[in-house]
């Protein structure tokens, strides 16, 4: 299992955890899962928790605690996550080895067959 975070995604991700509130600084991080939803059926979930769950896959990259859903895992597998700030977007963007479709927006995609029924977009 893999997750690689660009310079400026770990940047701004170690922010985010040092200014949150609760818990102890030992487990503070990341939590990273993929939930159903989405124009294409699965979207990237990102949370900071202090709380990770008893089963979760646990890594560090550029001190930055990575917590992943276990049943997230084969879905995030290789996934490079960036973060972008330009005049027309800013946040956190997914390139994922695992995807076969995404949307427009680059926060929902496809697996294949395994992927739940789409969400149509708003």
């Known amino acids: 299992m893999s997750v690689i975070l660009t310079e400026k995604a770990a940047f701004r991700l170690r922010t985010f955890v040092r200014g949150s509130a609760g818990g102890t600084e030992a487990q503070k991080g990341v939590r990273l899962a993929v939930v159903d939803g989405g124009c294409n059926g699965y979207e990237y979930s990102i949370d900071i928790t202090s709380n990770p769950k008893p089963d979760d896959l646990t890594f560090e990259q550029d001190k930055v605690s990575i917590y992943v859903d276990p049943k997230s895992a084969p879905l995030l597998d290789g996934i490079v996550i960036d973060f ?38 708003s």
Do not use: I, R, Y
């Open 84 to 121: 972008v700030e330009s005049l027309t977007q800013s946040g956190f963007v997914f390139k994922n080895p695992n995807a076969t479709e995404t949307c427009g927006c680059g926060k929902s995609f496809a697996a294949g067959d395994c992927t739940p029924s789409a969400t149509p977009c």
